[in-house]
């Protein structure tokens, strides 16, 4: 049973990673440094963006937060509202379908740590966090956690939205 679920979790950590989702960490790497994600998701060093506009990194950071508070208070309307209709990792209205779906099967407490903006332009914005996801199947009752580094890419639009995230799993 844990196997199918583990397969779920990773569904939706990855919803908004389009075809990054099949991507193993040496291809996401690979990505990054094409200059995809400008930033080491693999790597020990974090370190903030130089010059970010303090009403700029509020915003992002206030985003970011956001986009977590919505998935864990199964907020479809928020979730709908914090990402991007233009995005670069996914298909709109695919994602908040697969995340609709679940928010009906699944409980999910994600908890973001080092949140921190890697990489900031005026137009988008990296923030990479340490990530622990508890999961429980509402039906069963079969609970799940993980850890990994994400980074969220985030682009300015009416606000700052997420355009396509990265994650690599610590298992």
Do not use: H
């Not at 915003?59 to 509202?81: G, P, Q, R, V």
């Amino acid at each position: 049973m844990k196997k199918w679920l583990m397969a779920v979790m990773a569904m939706f950590l990855l919803t908004a990673c389009g075809d990054e989702q099949d991507a193993s960490p040496e291809q996401l790497q690979k990505k990054i440094e094409d200059g995809t994600v400008g930033f080491e998701v693999m790597g020990d060093s974090i370190q903030e963006a130089a010059n970010i506009p303090a009403d700029e990194k509020e915003k992002i950071i206030y985003a970011f937060n956001e986009y977590i508070k919505a998935f864990n208070d199964k907020d479809l309307e928020s979730y709908k509202n914090i990402i991007s209709k233009n995005a670069q990792g996914f298909n709109y209205d695919e994602d908040v379908k697969a995340v609709a779906d679940v928010f009906q099967q699944y409980d999910v407490n994600r908890t973001a740590e080092d949140i921190t903006i890697v990489k900031y332009s005026k137009e988008d914005a990296q923030v990479f966090s340490n990530l622990t996801t508890n999961t429980k199947e509402l039906e069963t009752g079969a609970e799940l956690s993980g850890t990994g580094r994400q980074v969220t890419v985030f682009v300015k639009e009416d606000s700052w939205k997420v355009s396509s995230i990265y994650y690599i799993g610590n298992e």
